[in-house]
């Protein structure tokens, strides 16, 4: 190792970091734990704890008193198994061949949403937990509702079955209520087991929606549940970059790739060290993609508490910025932009990305120093 990284907190030196307080994951839980309480609260951990750290996360969870949590793969089940020994842990994509033995090993549940998976475990020839998914509106993963009483009358009864809103984000959308209602009829034939439909945004939506279990995701790492209403999830990650390099540019003269942004005033630029392979999607580009045509606004850092704009394209690994406004004597080569997280929220950053914070938070790359609070 580098003698220099030996003996210095890589955080402070590095080129990208992020800054994630699981305390604030652990409160936002909490509340939404708050409001559904007649209902068990779980927490989906899938995508590396959505991008920020699968381990760190889910032991801040069961601090605080989470004990069924959902992931992905089957991978990703044996990994968080050797964090969570006694957890409840939920396979949300299943049972194949072949991963028989890495799920009946790490005491993993599969949730079955189809009769070539339901097979699967069948074959295993042990009596083990296992969940039944349908699909109640939404045409992806899922058995129909119409087979519930079939699937009922099996001999071992699942330990859960679920569904997944389509539109629980949309408080006022026609097709909550059909999918609540179709579930019902699951519900009915699987009396006395455990059910679950409602993440995020379902919890916002009532009672109607909690059943026995909820299982948060989005608004666990700070992100908005319900589109179009004030955000009450703490913040939990903040991003930022460190400026590379401070430069004085011409008024007519070009930044970036492809020369989209042509500067109107003379200008000081701060390039700082980040781009789409750390997750900065190029469609936040000031300028020189398809958003900005559009007429959509581009993407902002902070520094010093002003917002700055990006310039031109991002790139691979670096980000422009103008920093005209900010007195020379408060910005220097070496200091960091925020670039959510500070003044901009992770939802605003998405927006302006043309995306929504689950992917922006789940392309965050391994280049990212992490610091956990």
């Known amino acids: 190792m580098d003698q ?72 990703e089940g044996v990994d968080l198994r050797a964090v969570l020994p006694e957890a409840r842990i939920f396979v949300l994509s299943g049972l194949w061949p072949g991963w028989e033995t890495a799920l009946v090993d790490a005491e993993l549940i599969p949730v079955l949403s189809s009769i070539e998976q339901l097979d699967t475990f069948r074959a295993l020839g042990r009596t083990m937990p296992f969940a039944l998914n349908f699909d109640t509106g939404m045409n992806r993963l899922g058995f129909d509702p119409a087979d519930a009483g079939a699937l009922a009358a099996m001999p071992q009864a699942p330990a859960l079955v679920l569904s997944h809103l389509a539109c629980s984000d949309e408080r006022g959308h026609a097709l909550n209520q059909r999918q609540r209602e179709s579930f019902q009829s699951v519900r009915h034939a699987f009396q006395g087991v455990e059910s679950s439909l409602s993440s995020s945004g379902g919890i916002f939506l009532g009672d109607d929606y909690h059943c026995e279990l909820t299982r948060p995701g989005i608004a666990l790492y700070g992100g908005a549940a319900i589109s179009g209403e004030p955000n009450p999830m703490r913040p939990v990650v903040k991003a930022e970059a460190r400026i590379l390099q401070i430069r004085y540019a011409k008024a007519g003269t070009f930044v970036s790739y492809g020369a989209s942004h042509r500067l109107t005033r003379d200008s000081r630029l701060a390039v700082v060290g980040a781009g789409y392979a750390d997750g900065w999607h190029r469609a936040l580009s000031g300028s020189g993609v398809p958003l900005r045509d559009a007429g959509m606004p581009g993407g902002h850092g902070m520094a010093n508490g002003l917002r700055i704009p990006m310039l031109g394209r991002i790139t691979m690994d670096l980000v422009t910025f103008d920093v005209t406004d900010i007195p020379e004597t408060d910005l220097r080569a070496g200091d960091y932009v925020s670039l959510f997280g500070d003044g901009i929220t992770l939802d605003a950053a998405a927006q302006s990305a043309g995306t929504i914070s689950y992917e922006l938070l789940t392309s965050l790359g391994g280049r990212y120093e992490r610091r956990y609070l």
Do not use: H, Q
């Open 4 to 75: 220099t990284l030996a003996t210095t907190n890589a955080f402070d030196i590095a080129s990208a970091r992020l800054t994630i307080d699981t305390g604030a994951i652990a409160a936002n839980w909490t509340m939404l734990a708050g409001l559904a309480p007649n209902a068990e609260t779980g927490a989906v951990l899938k995508a590396d704890a959505y991008g920020l750290g699968a381990e760190p996360v889910a032991r801040a969870l069961a601090r605080a008193g989470c004990r069924t949590f959902f992931v992905a793969t089957v991978t």
